[in-house]
């Protein structure tokens, strides 16, 4: 006998993919969520669930918002609160441009000041 408890966050379909889905301690690991956020979110635009899109949305929005106060806070280090500026500029590039992110993400790590912030 299988006990399928199968208990959804809020009883939508998008709690299991979406949970912990928002992760950024560092520039590795918020590069790899908003991959995993961005995939989410083709998979939803591409079967036109405009609710899993805009929990996308909300998603990286609360992302970038908590990245602001971290990159403001003066009881964070100095450079992390460098990171947490830069993370929260990934987030934003990403709410205005999904589709052109990566590859702006691409030339940002290129760049010479980010070379220099992040050697």
């Known amino acids: 006998m299988s006990s399928s408890k199968k208990q959804p966050v809020t009883g939508e379909p998008h709690a299991g993919r979406l949970k912990h ?3 950024f301690h560092d520039l590795e690991s918020a590069e790899a ?3 995993n956020l961005d995939a989410a979110y083709r998979c939803y635009r591409q079967s ?7 929990l996308v949305r909300s998603l990286v929005l609360k992302g970038k918002q908590r990245a602001q ?3 403001a806070n003066p009881r964070v280090s100095a450079a992390k609160r460098r990171e947490k500026e830069e993370i929260a500029r ?10 052109m992110f990566f590859d702006w993400l691409e030339v940002r790590k290129l760049s010479e000041e980010f070379q220099h912030l992040f050697p």
Do not use: C, H, K, N
């Open 69 to 71: 106060y971290l990159g």
């Open 33 to 35: 969520s908003i991959r």
């Open 21 to 23: 889905a928002l992760q």
């Open 48 to 54: 036109s669930d405009q609710e899993g899109m805009s």
């Open 90 to 99: 990934w987030f934003t590039v990403w709410l205005q441009t999904p589709d």
